[in-house]
């Protein structure tokens, strides 16, 4: 598209369930900022409440924040990056001024903004970031796989919140999305013993076991405590994740704990949680911890932080995520794409939109 039009389509959330495909002014980058033209932005299953049931915070919206792209204007100021350069982009913009941000703990922030829910993100043709919240794009990285930074990099924030190494560990996931088939990958790069991962979908399942994973389970058929426990000499899982946000899941994965272990919360919750009185002692007994997780650390200075380490995994071909994208499709048909995992009819793992 050329710039002579000076117009970019975007898809535009008028209200719930009401998605447009419209034309806007292709946005100026002011002083420290720069415009970014979209390559790939990935569909995270947290847009799917936002988009058909939940909303926004304001109408109109744009969705769209797990995203990556090429630099193509900059702002007053910029001199670190430049046009040409490819870029992912961490999509919370913080505050500066509160005590989580003044410690770097971006996000906790008390008055953030965000792109792609709290203010228009990246299913458009640009968005504008600020310089603060870019990372360049290693060169064996294509864009397209640097699109699932942000959600490689909340995956490895979830084992991180263990706050121990995982080394020789028997770590257990709930939910085969990409998200929970991202948690293995680093959990295997980690050092974990074993991997186990238990979902209702079979085609989900065997994805699983095409990235490696043979300990992947249909949990209809297969009770979670009694194959962890056959695969443990009943001990149970050290580390048990809820990346589906069901409530049954995240009741299998603390009744399949073992003492001393750590429930992780990752899913976003589909609905209340109730816990037998019976559970709850046996973990208060067991001494079990349980570590909420929300988004991934993310560092203006350092080399550390959780996006750094997912794009210097996808250089070195430690984390293999190109096999999790199913679907690629243009703006035009990103809204049927939306639909489409809502209905849930269809086989999907990574939706990635391209403008």
């Known amino acids: 598209?050329?710039?002579?039009?000076?117009?970019?389509?975007?898809?535009?959330?008028?209200?719930?369930?009401?998605?447009?495909?419209?034309?806007?002014?292709?946005?100026?980058?002011?002083?420290?900022?720069?415009?970014?033209?979209?390559?790939?932005?990935?569909?995270?299953?947290?847009?799917?409440?936002?988009?058909?049931?939940?909303?926004?915070?304001?109408?109109?919206?744009?969705?769209?924040?797990?995203?990556?792209?090429?630099?193509?204007?900059?702002?007053?100021?910029?001199?670190?990056?430049?046009?040409g350069d490819r870029v992912a982009v961490f999509p919370l913009l913080w505050c500066g001024k509160c005590e989580s941000c003044e410690s770097g703990k971006y996000v906790q922030c008390s008055d953030y903004d965000y792109l792609g829910s709290r203010r228009d993100g990246a299913f458009s043709e640009y968005v504008v970031a600020p310089i603060e919240n870019l990372i360049r794009v290693p060169d064996s990285v294509s864009l397209e796989v640097a699109a699932m930074t942000e959600p490689a990099s909340v995956a490895l924030h979830a084992l991180r919140r263990i706050g121990r190494p995982i080394v020789g560990q028997v770590i257990?996931?709930?939910?085969?999305?990409?998200?929970?088939?991202?948690?293995?990958?680093?959990?295997?790069?980690?050092?974990?013993?074993?991997?186990?991962?238990?979902?209702?979908?079979?085609?989900?399942?065997?994805?699983?076991?095409?990235?490696?994973?043979?300990?992947?389970?249909?949990?209809?058929?297969?009770?979670?405590q009694q194959k962890l426990a056959e695969l443990t000499g009943g001990r149970g899982a050290n580390v048990a994740i809820d990346a589906a946000g069901v409530p049954q899941a995240l009741v299998a994965a603390m009744r399949a704990c073992a003492r001393g272990g750590n429930v992780v919360l990752l899913g976003n919750p589909s609905g209340d949680v109730t816990v037998p009185a019976e559970l709850l002692s046996q973990m208060m007994r067991s001494e079990v911890t349980i570590n909420g997780t929300w988004n991934s650390d993310y560092a203006v200075h350092g080399d550390t932080d959780d996006w750094r380490t997912t794009l210097a995994a996808m250089a070195s071909g430690q984390l293999n995520l190109k096999p999790l994208i199913t679907h690629r499709v243009v703006l035009e048909d990103a809204a049927d794409a939306l639909r489409m995992m809502r209905d849930n009819k269809v086989f999907f793992a990574k939706v990635l939109v391209h403008p």
């Not at 990935?42 to 926004?56: A, E, L, M, N, Y």
């Not at 109109?60 to 046009?83: L, Q, Y």
């Not at 990409?178 to 790069?189: D, E, T």
């Open 1 to 83: 598209m050329s710039h002579t039009t000076n117009t970019m389509r975007v898809l535009s959330l008028a209200a719930i369930g009401d998605l447009r495909l419209e034309r806007r002014p292709i946005p100026t980058p002011e002083a420290g900022k720069v415009r970014v033209r979209i390559g790939f932005c990935g569909v995270c299953g947290s847009d799917i409440p936002r988009v058909f049931t939940k909303g926004t915070y304001h109408f109109p919206t744009v969705c769209g924040h797990e995203f990556a792209g090429t630099i193509d204007a900059v702002g007053d100021g910029v001199t670190s990056v430049k046009p």
């Open 172 to 224: 257990a996931i709930w939910g085969a999305g990409p998200i929970g088939l991202m948690v293995a990958q680093w959990a295997r790069a980690m050092g974990a013993r074993d991997v186990v991962i238990f979902d209702v979908v079979d085609s989900k399942l065997e994805l699983t076991k095409k990235l490696g994973f043979s300990h992947a389970y249909n949990s209809r058929s297969v009770d979670p």
